[in-house]
């Protein structure tokens, strides 16, 4: 069963930083595409970040200021958020496509705000 639990997530203050962490069970996150996603209050789930076949991409909102990073030995996928503004201010969730199915953590909530 894949399981994908997300952390990390706080009150920062404007321009400053924040690394959130998926740990994933039942995959093995070395061989697979991962995803963050993120929620904010009242909008729909969009894409941050991917990491796919040793390349990342980036939404335009977050280019420059956030870095998808793996630790393979942890099964772990990370997003380093730096320069955080207050519209950086979601739900942040990761995801993985396996097994023909879409897996969703239960997010962890980043708030930007002085």
């Known amino acids: 069963q894949v399981q994908l639990v997300e952390s990390g997530g706080g009150l920062v203050q404007p321009g400053g930083s924040l690394r959130l962490s998926c740990a994933a069970s039942g995959i093995i996150t070395s061989t697979r595409t991962m995803r963050w996603y993120r929620q904010a209050p009242g909008k729909e789930r969009d894409f941050v970040a991917i990491s796919s076949g040793g390349s990342s991409f980036y939404a335009d909102s977050v280019k420059g200021r956030f870095t998808i990073s793996r630790e393979n030995a942890k099964n772990t996928v990370y997003l380093q958020m730096n320069s955080l503004k207050p519209e950086d201010t979601a739900v942040y969730y990761c995801?993985?496509?396996?097994?023909?199915?879409?897996?969703w953590g239960k997010g962890t909530l980043v708030t930007v705000s002085s």
């Open positions: 995801n993985v496509e396996a097994n023909g199915m879409n897996y």
